[in-house]
């Protein structure tokens, strides 16, 4: 018999317990037509076996040391069952033409691994993650508000973004001390290239490092003055507007063209 695998706090750690956002997550991954599965941060394996079921390759990818030998006692009979063992930020991941991702992401190191999948050559077809309902809403942050920024940008001009379910803190063991939401990634037809994506990244924190200054402003400490307005010209801006009024595809057209102007 399986003991309790306990959680820990400094990787935090809460481990789902709701079945209905069980299923709406498993759902939504194994609707996915890629042959190979990656599941992130599974824990104590909540949603583990029910991605099993659907047969495909399934790679765990667990930093924890305990679950991994917890999860390996648990489904290690079964073929489709792969562990790999490191931080789902900078671990190699196996091959495939395509992946289907799915997680209940570490809250202290989301925003570090969806980063490293909206810029990476990872060939993902879908993605569900949960994340922190902040982080979530940062995510999903529209021009204009207080979280829209720099991550907003990214996830939205590589990805079509949907909310899948909310969940409050008693869908977790132990409860978290705020609320988490799933949201749903597919990859947009017209994304920037990687190359592009990572200019995009480096031009966005430096736009918004200070958020009330312009992008002039915030542009003159790596930029010309001729090379600002040559950039303001092409994408059809006001050098005078900040960074959090410019919508993702503006920002896809400037990292285009400073990509292949001054970074190639």
């Known amino acids: 018999?399986?003991?309790?695998?306990?959680?820990?706090?400094?990787?935090?750690?809460?481990?789902?317990?709701?079945?209905?956002?069980?299923?709406?997550?498993?759902?939504?991954?194994?609707?996915?037509?890629?042959?190979?599965?990656?599941?992130?941060?599974?824990?104590?394996?909540?949603?583990?076996?029910?991605?099993?079921?659907?047969?495909?390759?399934?790679?765990?990818?667990?930093?924890?040391?305990?679950?991994?030998?917890?999860?390996?006692?648990?489904?290690?009979?079964?073929?489709?069952?792969?562990?790999?063992r490191g931080d789902a930020v900078s671990v190699e991941l196996p091959d495939s033409p395509s992946l289907c991702v799915v997680g209940n992401l570490p809250y202290n190191a989301a925003t570090a691994i969806l980063t490293r999948f909206l810029i990476e050559p990872l060939p993902w077809e879908r993605m569900v993650l949960m994340f922190q309902l902040e982080v979530g809403q940062k995510l999903m942050g529209r021009p204009g508000e207080k979280s829209y920024g720099p991550l907003s940008v990214l996830a939205q001009a590589t990805a079509n973004l949907k909310t899948l379910i909310k969940l409050g803190p008693n869908s977790f063991a132990p409860p978290p001390s705020v609320d988490s939401i799933v949201l749903l990634f597919e990859p947009r037809p017209d994304r920037p290239s990687l190359a592009e994506r990572k200019a995009l990244l480096s031009i966005l924190h430096r736009s918004f490092a200070h958020r009330r200054k312009t992008l002039a402003n915030n542009w003159s400490s790596f930029l010309s003055g001729a090379q600002i307005d040559s950039i303001c010209n092409t994408a059809d801006i006001s050098a005078s507007s900040r960074a959090e009024a410019i919508p993702p595809a503006k920002w896809v057209e400037i990292a285009r063209f400073a990509y292949h102007l001054f970074f190639n």
């Open 1 to 84: 018999m399986l003991k309790e695998l306990k959680h820990k706090k400094r990787l935090g750690q809460h481990f789902l317990i709701n079945k209905g956002a069980i299923g709406t997550i498993c759902g939504a991954a194994l609707a996915s037509p890629a042959p190979l599965i990656i599941e992130i941060g599974p824990g104590d394996g909540a949603i583990t076996g029910t991605l099993l079921s659907d047969g495909r390759p399934l790679w765990a990818v667990e930093l924890d040391v305990d679950a991994c030998q917890f999860l390996a006692q648990r489904y290690g009979g079964l073929q489709n069952f792969n562990i790999l």
